[in-house]
């Protein structure tokens, strides 16, 4: 008995003695991470922008809208490196859910190493969606080991919901790193 005051004091001073690692806040959804990238909103971007995956394993990255307004419809080109990655797996994320899911086709041009996305709401109550929210949620599959770019194209068109185009500030660009 006599001997837990000395030995939780010992363990005590030995948490204490542990270094202490500044955090580092690099979440792409942030807005001072995002402006540091030189990404302003309304923007789509990848979160996260930087994935590690081992070989033979999936990486998952989304497909995000940040700060948008009045959304009623997207087609969003991914570009991915066709030698270093194939695309598994797209499903649609949470933005246009709502009583009734979203509209949601993808066409993977395998050649080239273009995915487009295409989603449009079909919201019960209203006709657009707003805010930061995943719109795709993508798996690629690595073909080999080291980092493959992937990026948002300029080419992305987001309509509100009478069809008039909106303007973006920021196209997201993300590393996939398979070891």
Known sequence: MRWIKPILLVGWLGFMACEIH??????????????????????????????????????????????????????????????????????????FSDENPPFFVTDNDTENGILTIYITFLGANS????????????EFSAKTSGEAPILISQETIILDSSANELSLKAFGKGIIDVR
Do not use: W
């Not at 006709?127 to 993508?138: E, H, L, P, R």
């Open 22 to 95: 500044e955090p580092i806040f690099d979440n792409s959804l942030d807005l001072e991470a995002a402006d540091s990238k030189g990404i302003v909103p309304p923007a789509i971007v990848f979160f996260p922008d930087r994935v590690e995956a081992s070989y033979g394993k999936p990486a998952h990255v989304d497909v995000y809208a940040m700060k948008v307004d009045n959304v009623g419809m997207a087609q969003i080109p991914v570009h991915y490196d066709v030698e270093k990655l194939a695309v598994k797996s797209v499903m649609a994320g949470s933005l």
């Open 127 to 138: 006709k657009s969606v707003g805010g930061t929210g995943d719109i795709a949620n993508i």
